[in-house]
T-cell receptor
Framework: GDSVTQMEGPVTLSEEAFLTINCTYTATGYPSLFWYVQYPGEGLQLLLKATKADDKGSNKGFEATYRKETTSFHLEKGSVQVSDSAVYFCAPNSGGSNYKLTFGKGTLLTVNP | EPEVTQTPSHQVTQMGQEVILRCVPISNHLYFYWYRQILGQKVEFLVSFYNNEISEKSEIFDDQFSVERPDGSNFTLKIRSTKLEDSAMYFC????????????FGPGTRLTVL
């Protein structure tokens, strides 16, 4: 089945710092890859996605590139804001008869002003 | 913007009691899911549901759990006899056909079993 290894947190940054959260995955075939974000007290929200190799997903200044050769999907943002403080989850989905998202442990990001 | 809603937001129950958690998925979505998150741990898949039947379930989803779509809008998770270890945040999610990975999550129900 699908699995994911995600960078352990917590990560604490100052506002405007550069962010990288590493994610590597194992999955059947050619999965779609997703980053979800969970803000304090809320459910998960889809942040960005990539559906094939070399695709770059982007949203709200965050980016991640689907690297098939290294089975990675690292999340980056050039300049974080306090409002980006949240837990970030990487998740592959192999599709087909596999309906579930397999989440990593999540990475808690705290951005200080 | 359409959203997934869940009720109640917090449920407290005694061990051994039955609970029903309710969800209203986004109206044009056809795939429905339940996940749970024990405090401080990762989000775990429980079950997916499509075309009025379970399409996939995890090892956690044993005989104590059941799901139902009793009408055209609600999707429920029933825990027949709750245990202390069922205490968790339960998230409902839904997705469009052909976009299984793009799941829209509700705000969750916090279940506390005493």
């Amino acid at each position: 089945g699908d699995s994911v290894t995600q960078m352990e947190g917590p990560v604490t940054l100052s506002e405007e710092a550069f962010l990288t959260i590493n994610c590597t995955y194992t999955a059947t075939g050619y999965p779609s890859l997703f980053w979800y974000v969970q803000y304090p007290g809320e459910g998960l929200q889809l942040l960005l996605k990539a559906t094939k190799a070399d695709d770059k997903g982007s949203n709200k200044g965050f980016e991640a590139t689907y690297r098939k050769e290294t089975t990675s999907f690292h999340l980056e943002k050039g300049s974080v804001q306090v409002s980006d403080s949240a837990v970030y989850f990487c998740a592959p989905n192999s599709g087909g008869s596999n309906y579930k998202l397999t989440f990593g442990k999540g990475t808690l990001l705290t951005v200080n002003p | 913007e359409p959203e997934v809603t869940q009720t109640p937001s917090h449920q407290v129950t005694q061990m051994g009691q039955e609970v029903i958690l309710r969800c209203v998925p986004i109206s044009n979505h056809l795939y429905f899911y339940w996940y749970r998150q024990i405090l401080g741990q990762k989000v775990e898949f429980l079950v997916s549901f499509y075309n009025n039947e379970i399409s996939e379930k995890s090892e956690i989803f044993d005989d104590q759990f059941s799901v139902e779509r009793p009408d055209g809008s609600n999707f429920t998770l029933k825990i027949r006899s709750t245990k202390l270890e069922d205490s968790a945040m339960y998230f409902c999610a839904s997705s469009e056909i052909g976009r299984v990975g793009e799941q829209f999550f509700g705000p969750g129900t916090r279940l506390t079993v005493l």
